[in-house]
Structure formats: C-alpha cells, structure tokens
C-alpha cells in the first residue's frame, strides 16, 4: 500500500503550496555544450530561436535534437513546476512538479520549427499522461514550451493534426501539454549531453511508429 501511495502522489503535480521550497541560487552546471563547444546559456545570437521539449527522460531526449542539422546548442533541465532551482532527486520526489525538458536553440533557415515539432511528436508517446515507458512520474510528462506565439500556433496545430493520426490508427488522444515557457532551470552539470559522455547510458525514448503529418522542410 505504502508504495501505490507514493507511486499515486508521483502521478500528480502537486499544488504549489505543498511543493518543495527550492533555493534562490541556480545550480552550477556546464557552461559549454560537450559535443560542439557552443554555450549552453544565453543570450544567444539575433539570429537563433530557442524551444522547449519534454518527452521523458531528457537524457535520450536531447541527443536526438543535438544531432540535428541546425541545432546550436542543446540543455536539459526542469520546468513547468513550482519549485525554484530544484535538484534532479526533489525533480524525481514528485515534490516539485517539474518535467524534464530540454532546450533546443536553432538556425530557422537551416532547420525548420515544423522540423522540430515533426521530431518531437514522433520520438515518444505523447499519449501516456506522468510516464514514458517504464518511467512513471510527474517529470516524464510531454510538453512543448514556446518562445513566441506564431511558436505557440504552431506547436497547438501540430498537436491537433498529430492527434487525428494517433487516434486513426487506434491510438489514445494526446496528453501533451502546449504552453508558453515558463521558466527553465538547468539540471545539474552531469545530466548535461549525458549520452555523449556516456554512450552507453540509459536512453528510454522510443515513438509510437505513427507519423505525423506536418511538413518539415525548412521555412
């Protein structure tokens, strides 16, 4: 009973009164990407947009977008919650209520947000509500996280079209969530491009074999 209990509290953002306190400083993390040597903080230049994704467990899930063709850097880290500067174990209580998400700066002429968007949906299951897989909490919950409202149109819209495919093919609606950015915190220095200093880690990310239907050529 203890551990369905614990499990059940997992499953549920807590209300932002009953989440852990946090701190006011940032945690210390890595100033540079470890695959290309572009800085994983800003500002970044003029010319770049930046995005937020959530799709399980972020170590998997950034390598996918720091492989693509103009992606300038890639961070993991925690947002959507309540706590201030949490800590992957409080991220990992379910006492915060933060997913684990990754930020994607890009090159729009060389990658397109729809390109994105199309990796996103079909690089995971965005129809499982607090889990991934095996991975069941608060912090494995889908999310994309905008940075503009033609951002925000898109990402609603693709989540729309998305749907209908999943749903054709017998699948279960989306339980993804489609906002503006709240704030994002940066996970501690070792979960930063994890995969690419431990290529033999543990990567949980896997699609559903449906495609989605949205162009991805670049704007």
């Not at 540079?32 to 937020?52: A, C, R």
């Not at 992606?71 to 706590?83: I, L, R, S």
């Not at 930063?192 to 449906?210: D, E, F, S």
Request: hydrophobic share 35%; charged share 15%; aromatic share 12%.
């Amino acid at each position: 009973m203890f551990s369905f209990n614990k499990l059940q509290t997992k499953l549920s953002i807590p209300a932002a009164a009953d989440a852990l306190p946090g701190r006011a400083d940032a945690l210390p993390t890595a100033t540079q990407h470890f695959v290309n040597g572009n800085p994983l903080k800003g500002p970044f230049p003029d010319h770049l947009e930046s995005i937020y994704f959530a799709l399980g467990c972020f170590w998997g899930a950034e390598r996918i977008f720091w492989k693509l063709d103009g992606v300038y850097t890639t961070a993991v880290g925690y947002m959507a919650g309540h706590t201030p500067n949490p800590t992957y174990e409080e991220v990992c209580s379910g006492g915060t209520g933060h997913t684990e998400a990754v930020l994607v700066v890009f090159d729009p002429k060389i990658v397109s947000f729809d390109t994105l968007l199309k990796t996103f949906w079909e690089s995971h299951d965005p129809t499982q509500g607090m889990r991934q897989g095996n991975d069941a909490g608060t912090q494995y919950r889908s999310g994309v996280y905008t940075t503009s409202p033609a951002q925000l149109d898109a990402a609603l819209e693709s989540r729309a079209m998305y749907e209908q495919a999943l749903v054709s093919a017998g699948r279960a609606r989306i339980t993804s969530e489609v906002m503006a950015a709240p704030e994002f915190f940066y996970a501690e220095e070792y979960h930063q491009q994890y995969l690419a200093k431990n290529p033999n880690g543990y990567c949980g990310i896997g699609g559903t074999g449906v495609s989605c239907p949205i162009p991805s050529a670049v704007a």
